[in-house]
């Protein structure tokens, strides 16, 4: 985990990032449960969902009603675009999602 991270909900969400972006974690499967999350890592239900929301808002997680959290399928390309490849246009365009190539 990062040290700079001031709040316990950002070092979670970077715990859950690396898991994906290792490929721990695949488009498609399901998150760890909050409540496992928690029991895990030893922090609040609360936390744990904050977390999982900014996840959702950064497109990493997707939110399923009555089933929990599932890695976005487009979480590969959210997580592969970052400071890096920022302003490579080509680089970005072969990250695309398929169906938007189309």
Same mark, same amino acid.
């Given at each position: 985990?990062?040290?700079?991270?001031? &709040?316990?909900?950002?070092?979670?969400?970077?715990?859950?990032?690396?898991?994906?972006?290792?490929?721990?974690?695949?488009?498609?499967?399901?998150?760890?449960?909050?409540r496992?999350?928690?029991?895990?890592?030893?922090?609040?239900?609360?936390?744990?969902?904050?977390?999982?929301?900014?996840?959702?808002?950064?497109?990493v997680?997707?939110?399923?009603p009555?089933?929990?959290?599932?890695?976005? &399928?487009?979480?590969?390309?959210?997580?592969?675009?970052?400071?890096?490849?920022?302003?490579?246009?080509?680089?970005?365009?072969?990250?695309?999602?398929?169906?938007?190539?189309?």
């Amino acid at each position: 985990m990062t040290a700079n991270l001031s &709040h316990r909900y950002e070092q979670l969400a970077e715990l859950i990032t690396g898991l994906v972006d290792d490929g721990v974690l695949r488009p498609g499967s399901r998150a760890p449960s909050l409540r496992r999350l928690c029991k895990d890592q030893r922090t609040s239900l609360s936390t744990a969902l904050q977390a999982y929301q900014l996840l959702e808002d950064r497109g990493v997680l997707e939110a399923r009603p009555r089933s929990g959290f599932y890695v976005s &399928h487009r979480a590969r390309v959210i997580l592969d675009i970052d400071l890096s490849t920022a302003g490579k246009a080509d680089q970005r365009r072969d990250l695309r999602d398929p169906l938007e190539a189309a």
